[in-house]
């Protein structure tokens, strides 16, 4: 995807939006209204696009999007489910309008039903099912059709935390053992952190960070629990030289280091996760400033993703 | 991993034919419906008709012209009177066309269907070609297939006195009638669903177009404004039938102005159609 530009009528949705993905799981991260269905839909070829070029599986979505979409399977967010048909004969109509054989869309439509472990309630009326048995059947008709990509929008909208568990299982299966590209369109950032190896961050149109969820990825930026007594001044003006960042928390001081910008703090790709200790150490030695308490906070995907958005 | 799972595996083709995807919308469309069994029950009734004219030809031609008493021009086996028997119908049709056409593109839209029609291999044409043959099949199971049987029972009650020209053209002038003006009115009721995401609001936009366009084109008849009869939206069709099947126009202006109102009605339906079917959700 490279420079994409989407408007409706003249509201611009997308903007300049450029990346290029390999199959794994990837997390579509951004608040409400930042274009992430949109995105997917673009890639889709759902939506004629302002500028820039799309291209899945070597396809131009602009012109082929037909041929392209044999290998994508769609979940949507809202709706999908077409009343006054049984579970299984809306799988099997989705894979027969996706290029299978009416016999082989139908045994396949068994198949990914007992997958997503609707075997016992395939001959229902689709009308009837629970929320969580909607989303397991929107699930099956998006992989009836065997696709390389499966875009997921919000797929565990309206489920409880069960139900969540399980839609989430499945997904990770079928991205981490079973081969699939997955684009995980969400804003429940647990369920990026279960499924995804890699995160995009939209945010008012624009990708604003694109990264690796693997925690090895976020050491850079290390968050301290500090609490102490002695000279405080000289020990918060010493980690000031350091670039940290301070944040009262009742007792507790929150210092954020960047290990960027801390000599020697490199070790190959990474980071060391004890220079930050180490320099903080360092800092309460030469201040004179004695520590209660230092421990380091995990720092979560939530807060990143706050973080990045907010900035 | 659930206790339930199977395992997925990646599918292998089988090498079997594949449909297109208007066939597969088109046998969806037809077939979704007829598993109601009342429908087989209305379809019948709109079959009485012919089961009529059968018997009235029956008598006919073994007893003469003295049947021509009963029914007038609705009983003959001239090709009128199978365009007569058609217009006839137009209750059928529309009662027929109202319960298996109207929620055809309502219902995709109210529960976000369209967004799954086109993540998938096809196009506008498929999906709209797809829905319209599913209208083309109810109007011809009420319309042309009763001509077709009437036409091969004639034949076959006095071949001597019909001859194969019932058996040949007029079964071609009604397919080519019934395809033509099937697939027009299917895709003025198609527009119509297109417009909304309720089929009870397509039912009575239906209702409005067919019945009370036609109750008009009564009223300015009776009051000897024949020219008004234009808005007649079924009679339109009938009308310009006439140019097809060789018969005297069924209403009071030109066969041909009515062939163009109903080219008319087919653009602007076309052109709604082109403008509403959107692969977007419909936020409620």
Redesign the interface.
């Known amino acids: 995807m490279s420079a994409l530009t989407f408007a409706y009528l003249t509201e611009p949705v997308l903007k300049g939006v450029d990346f290029t993905l390999d199959k794994g799981a990837i997390g579509l991260l951004g608040p409400n209204g930042s274009g992430k269905t949109t995105l997917l839909r673009c890639l889709l070829g759902q939506v004629p696009l302002s500028r820039g070029q799309v291209s899945v599986l070597g396809w131009d979505m602009a012109t082929q999007a037909r041929a392209a979409r044999a290998g994508l399977g769609w979940m949507p967010e809202r709706g999908g489910v077409i009343p006054g048909m049984s579970g299984v004969g809306l799988v099997a109509y989705m894979g027969e309008l996706s290029g299978m054989p009416a016999r082989d869309a139908m045994q396949r439509a068994h198949e990914v039903l007992h997958y997503v472990g609707l075997a016992d309630e395939r001959y229902r009326a689709c009308q009837d099912y629970s929320q969580g048995m909607k989303q397991r059947l929107k699930l099956a008709q998006a992989l009836v059709h065997d696709p390389e990509w499966l875009f997921l929008d919000e797929p565990t909208s309206g489920l409880d935390p069960r139900g969540r568990v399980s839609i989430l299982e499945l997904i990770r299966d079928l991205a981490w053992n079973k081969g699939l590209g997955v684009i995980l369109s969400t804003h429940l950032l647990a369920d990026v952190e279960a499924v995804c190896r890699e995160i995009l961050v939209l945010r008012a149109g624009e990708l604003l960070a694109r990264q690796a969820v693997d925690t090895h990825a976020r050491q850079a930026r290390q968050v301290f629990e500090v609490e102490g007594f002695g000279n405080e001044e000289a020990f918060v003006a010493g980690l000031r030289d350091l670039g940290a960042q301070f944040e009262p928390d009742g007792r507790l001081l929150l210092v954020t280091l960047d290990l960027s910008k801390l000599p020697d703090a490199r070790q190959g790709a990474g980071f060391d996760t004890a220079a930050g200790v180490n320099a903080i150490l360092r800092v309460a030695a030469a201040s004179d400033f004695a520590l209660r308490r230092l421990r380091r906070r995990p720092v979560t995907l939530a807060e990143e993703f706050y973080r990045m958005v907010e900035a | ?2 206790v ?8 292998q ?2 090498g ?4 297109p ?1 208007w066939l ?2 088109a046998r ?1 469309g037809i077939t ?1 419906p007829l598993k109601r069994r009342w429908l087989f029950l209305l379809i019948l009734m709109a079959w009485v008709p012919a089961i009529v004219k059968g018997g009235i030809i029956y008598f006919k031609l073994k007893a003469g012209n003295l049947m021509d008493l009963v029914g007038g021009g609705w009983t003959s086996i001239e090709p009128e009177g199978f365009l007569r028997f058609i217009e006839g119908q137009r209750f059928s049709v529309f009662v027929l066309l109202a319960i298996t056409g109207a929620g055809l593109i309502s ?2 839209r ?4 369209m ?9 506008l044409l498929d999906y709209i070609g797809g829905k319209a043959l599913t209208i083309v099949a109810f109007y011809c199971l009420i319309t042309l297939a009763p001509v077709c049987v009437l036409c091969l029972f004639s034949y076959l009650v006095a071949p001597g006195a019909t001859g194969p020209d019932l058996l040949l053209m007029t079964p071609l002038r009604t397919l080519v009638y019934c395809l033509l003006a099937g697939t027009s009115i299917s895709l003025v009721l198609l527009a119509f669903s297109s417009l909304g995401t309720r089929s009870v609001f397509v039912m009575v936009w239906w209702t409005v177009l067919v019945s009370g366009t036609e109750t008009v084109g009564a009223i300015a008849e009776g009051l000897g404004r024949g020219s008004l009869q234009a808005v007649n939206f079924l009679g339109q069709y009938h009308n310009a039938g006439s140019l097809l099947f060789g018969a005297p126009p069924r209403l009071e202006i030109s066969p041909w102005i009515s062939l163009a109102i109903v080219v008319a009605w087919t653009g602007l339906a076309l052109w709604v159609l082109r403008r509403q079917i959107r ?6």
Do not use: C, K, Q
């Open positions: 991993m659930p339930y799972e199977r395992g997925y595996t990646h599918w083709p089988s079997r034919r594949v449909n995807a597969v919308i969806r979704e219902t995709d109210r529960e976000n269907g967004s799954l029609y086109f993540s998938r291999p096809l196009g692969p977007v959700e419909v936020v409620s």
